[in-house]
């Protein structure tokens, strides 16, 4: 009985505020339903975003949150809470899927619908295992906004289009796409049968290879986080670190935007020692995020990278490629400078979107903008609520033309064909490094390609099957590299 009465405590000195990023959030942390034989406690939450969705046509997906836990122990350093499908209690409306390795659990809608939701009650089983009865345990509960994109087949590049380093079927003509209908190995070569890619510059890759059956070839179902990973985002890995984890991950550092100061519309800002870094524009996707960084925030997170076969299935989905197309489906894309009303706030948008074309932010649309925009600002600004206008993947995926590049597992070195889809467990090291294996280079950065442009590249950049850096090495961060992490699906 005293253990009971320990745990129950411990609900007021959990972090149970709220955790906010991209309009989602979760309330009212709390731990419930002790079972003190096999060492596993429920801990439950509400879980609120806006603008949800579950559709059995057409895409035929929905939208999720990705959902993990954090604890320390005595104020110790946070450590990764394993959870359990056994026991865990879906709230009504909702489906629950804890994934095999008990990193986390993806929720979403039971049923078709679209707008804001709210599952009240949600229960995870956490098995907290040996902690001791009189220690003081500190909660944190997060959510990532994802998409599912599904099982099936695709295409990759080919096209009339003059897209660097695109894709094609081997032994065929430049224009013709390479159809994926499988997870089987893929060789790289350009004869009947094969993947194979243009080189219009040394730095599409090395045209040689095969890609083992475990690489992610975009066959499988998988989830794509819905944005690119935000300040707040990052700031809620960042924040949870150590000192030291703190000093080898800071992206105001010389070896990133060296500044505290916003620079190019990234606002972090960290003083050093125990102090938390800050931002102004929590809802903005993050900028100055090196290899390094990015494959920590994976790591802790619990996911993985996004291949680049599987970026070209997040924009296009099953539909045939079209010369000169960019994440909405179309060559059609605004050309006039964007005006931004409210900036920094979760209210930013564009007050003079262009219509029945696509929108995006780029070197033609930036004008005196300087920097990436809050997520999800289209979807936001439109006037028509269609895909072109709101800039939307074919699966209801934002802002995969422009912003800031994607970094994707790229197939055009060794490196990166390595990479066999290991999701990460939650643990970095002591220096604040991933440690998953056969991820690209923490310290080089080879294994990565950048996929879709950023606000400060021509619209030749940001079409889908560009792939004018299909596998440039560039370790460090600067103005114009983001990214979004992948998992796939239980």
């Known amino acids: 009985m005293k253990k009971i009465t320990l745990l129950l405590m411990l609900i007021c000195f959990a972090f149970s505020t709220n955790t906010k990023a991209n309009n989602i959030q979760v309330n009212n942390i709390s731990l419930e339903n002790l079972n003190e034989v096999s060492n596993w406690v429920h801990v439950e939450f509400d879980l609120f975003w806006e603008n949800s969705w579950r559709i059995s046509s057409g895409p035929s997906n929905w939208d999720a949150a ?66 001791d009865t009189n220690d003081i345990i500190d909660i944190q509960v997060f959510a990532i906004e994802m998409v599912y994109v599904p099982q099936g087949s695709f295409y990759v590049g080919g096209t009339t289009g003059d897209e660097a380093n695109k894709f094609h079927s081997g032994g065929f003509s430049t224009s013709s796409s390479y159809l994926i209908n499988s997870e089987n190995a893929i060789t790289i070569a350009n004869t009947s049968g094969n993947l194979y890619y243009t080189a219009t510059n040394s730095s599409g890759g090395d045209q040689t290879g095969s890609l083992s059956a475990t690489y992610p070839k975009g066959f499988d179902a998988f989830y794509s ?28 550092d010389a070896d990133h935007k060296n500044s505290d100061a916003v620079i190019s519309r990234n606002t972090i800002s960290w003083t050093g020692g125990s102090a938390s870094a800050t931002t102004n524009a929590p809802d903005r996707a993050c900028s100055y995020l090196s290899v390094g960084d990015m494959n920590a925030y994976m790591d802790w997170t619990g996911l993985r990278p996004m291949t680049e076969l599987e970026y070209e299935k997040a924009c296009r989905g ?39 074309t696509g929108n995006a ?10 920097g990436p925009l809050r997520n999800g600002i289209f979807a936001a600004s439109a006037v028509n609520n269609n895909r072109e206008e709101t800039g939307g993947s074919y699966y209801g995926i934002m802002e995969m033309s ?18 066999t889809g290991v999701h990460g467990n939650g643990i970095i090291s002591s ?12 310290t080089t950065g080879d294994g990565y390609s950048f996929r879709g442009g950023s606000w400060l590249n021509g619209a030749d950049f940001i079409r889908v099957s560009d792939r004018f850096d299909g596998a440039s090495v560039i370790p460090s961060g600067n103005n114009r590299l983001g990214f979004r992490a992948a998992r796939t699906a239980p």
Request: contains cysteine; neutral net charge.
């Open 66 to 131: 990705w959902v993990f836990i954090k604890y320390r122990v005595n104020n110790g350093s946070w450590t990764h809470g394993i959870v359990s499908q056994a026991s865990s209690v879906a709230a009504p409306g909702s489906t629950l899927d804890v994934t095999s390795d008990g990193m986390g659990a993806f929720i979403y809608r039971t049923a078709d619908g679209s707008g804001n939701v709210n599952f009240q009650n949600t229960q995870l089983r956490w098995n907290f295992g040996s902690t």
């Open 431 to 442: 220096t604040g490094n991933g440690t998953a294996v056969n991820w690209p280079n923490n």
């Open 225 to 252: 986080m819905k944005y690119e990973v935000t300040e707040a985002q990052w700031l809620g890995f960042f924040n949870s670190l150590t000192e030291t984890q703190k000093n080898n991950r800071d992206i105001t």
């Open 402 to 419: 422009g912003n800031l590049y994607e970094r994707c597992v790229t197939v055009g070195t060794s490196q990166g064909r390595s990479f």
């Open 361 to 370: 932010i780029y070197s033609d649309t930036n004008g005196t903008i300087s």
């Open 318 to 356: 099953p539909i045939l490629p079209k010369p000169g197309e960019f994440a909405w489906g179309s060559a059609n894309i605004a050309s006039n400078a964007y005006t931004l009303v409210n900036s920094g706030f979760s209210s930013e948008r564009v007050s003079n979107p262009e219509t029945n």
